[in-house]
């Protein structure tokens, strides 16, 4: 494991900024507790109507009525990238026909009891880059 230079700093980003990012990105990790545990699952999302749409396989039973998502491009070779962690209530989508519209546009990971779509709606939104020092 390499350690990146020590020319690099965090700089904080705006939520405006924060939701672009997000709104770039297709993949990210939905984090929430089960008993006394975090769990974190793969997620593919996009950003409509200012709520978040996540697929991921976890059973919809165990979803909690807040989580978190996280979404991140860190360049391994430079250390430079970007992270961006969106939080808030929660809901699973159970209407047949948008369930249908988000199967066919959102790649699942699983079929099944542990493919579930939910909708997250932001109250925190938060990001930062990775970004080069000035010299």
């Known amino acids: 494991m390499s350690t990146p230079p020590a020319?690099?700093?965090?700089?904080?980003?705006?939520?405006?900024?924060a939701l672009w990012?997000?709104?770039?990105s297709a993949l990210g990790r939905l984090v929430y507790p089960q008993r006394e545990v975090t769990v974190i699952r793969p997620g593919r999302h996009t950003w409509e109507y200012g709520r978040l749409v996540v697929?991921?396989?976890a059973p919809s039973a165990a979803i909690p009525a807040t989580a978190t998502y996280h979404v991140d491009e860190v360049r391994a070779a430079t250390g430079t990238g970007w992270s961006v962690t969106?939080?808030?209530?929660?809901?699973?989508?159970?209407?047949?026909?948008?369930?249908?519209h988000y199967q066919r546009t959102l790649a699942?990971?699983?079929?099944?009891?542990?493919?579930?779509?939910?909708?997250?709606?932001?109250?925190?939104?938060?990001?930062f880059r990775l970004a080069r020092a000035e010299p």
């Open 86 to 100: 969106v939080a808030g209530p929660v809901d699973v989508i159970t209407d047949p026909n948008e369930a249908a």
């Open 55 to 57: 697929r991921t396989p």
């Open 7 to 17: 020319s690099l700093r965090m700089v904080e980003v705006s939520g405006a900024e």
């Open 21 to 24: 990012l997000l709104e770039g």
């Open 108 to 127: 699942g990971w699983s079929h099944g009891p542990h493919d579930t779509l939910l909708r997250l709606h932001p109250k925190t939104v938060s990001g």
